[in-house]
């Protein structure tokens, strides 16, 4: 018996293998470089969320600052308000001014104000109701200090009001004196250019 001899072309079938083998790596790599774009991807947004997360620690921070500060000016102004609330409540405080139609205002802090009419040809009525006025609040206060403040605008106010409105805070001012109370004079130039 002969043997038969069966012969396979393998040349084909190699290149079968070789494309199948082709088309699988050519797959491999194109998901490889997929994965590695989406590791990259990936790595980028991470990169991104970690500043935007450093970002957001130093915006708390500053804000944590801007709270403390805040804090701290408020602090410092309840208790300038505390200050200013005592100094007043221990303290009378007289306002003298002129206002726009001549007229002298006497103000007394929570008890109001008193107009005394300026005369030009004769201010003896304004001088003398100015000067019992300033020395009735002075004589009838309980409280340990005064302030005087006086109020003008140097382009309204003429030379004679401001004469007279001084002769008698320097009155007021000896009055105090004498009785010893506490008196700060204040002159106040409320001019706006």
Do not use: C
């Given at each position: 018996?002969?043997?038969?001899?069966?012969?396979?072309?393998?040349t084909s079938?190699l290149?079968?293998?070789?494309i199948?083998?082709?088309?699988?790596?050519t797959?491999?790599?194109?998901?490889?470089?997929?994965?590695?774009?989406?590791?990259?991807l990936?790595?980028?947004?991470?990169?991104?969320l970690?500043?935007?997360?450093?970002?957001a620690?130093?915006e708390?921070?500053?804000?944590?600052e801007?709270?403390?500060?805040?804090?701290?000016?408020?602090?410092?102004?309840?208790?300038?308000?505390?200050?200013?609330?005592?100094?007043?409540?221990?303290?009378l405080?007289?306002?003298?001014?002129?206002?726009?139609?001549?007229?002298?205002r006497?103000?007394?802090?929570?008890?109001?104000?008193?107009?005394?009419?300026?005369?030009?040809?004769?201010?003896?009525?304004?001088?003398n109701?100015?000067?019992?006025?300033?020395?009735?609040?002075?004589?009838n206060?309980e409280?340990?200090?005064?302030?005087?403040?006086?109020?003008?605008?140097?382009?309204?106010?003429?030379?004679?009001?401001?004469?007279?409105?001084e002769?008698?805070?320097?009155?007021?001012?000896?009055?105090?004196?004498?009785?010893?109370?506490?008196?700060?004079?204040?002159?106040?130039?409320?001019?706006?250019?």
């Open positions: 018996m002969k043997r038969r001899e069966i012969f396979i072309e393998l079938l290149d079968v293998i070789l199948m083998l082709f088309i699988l790596l797959q491999a790599k194109a998901s490889t470089a997929q994965a590695l774009d989406t590791a990259a990936a790595e980028s947004s991470a990169e991104q970690q500043t935007e997360l450093s970002a620690y130093s708390q921070d500053a804000l944590r801007q709270i403390s500060v805040q804090a701290e000016r408020a602090d410092a102004l309840q208790r300038q308000l505390w200050t200013q609330n005592l100094v007043l409540d221990n303290s405080l007289l306002t003298v001014s002129v206002d726009s139609t001549g007229s002298i006497l103000e007394t802090e929570g008890e109001g104000y008193t107009v005394i009419a300026y005369d030009w040809q004769d201010d003896t009525y304004a001088q109701r100015l000067r019992a006025l300033a020395l009735e609040k002075l004589n206060t409280r340990e200090a005064v302030f005087l403040v006086f109020q003008f605008d140097r382009a309204s106010i003429y030379h004679a009001e401001y004469d007279m409105i002769t008698i805070i320097q009155e007021v001012k000896q009055q105090a004196r004498e009785r010893d109370i506490p008196l700060s004079v204040l002159e106040l130039d409320i001019f706006e250019a």
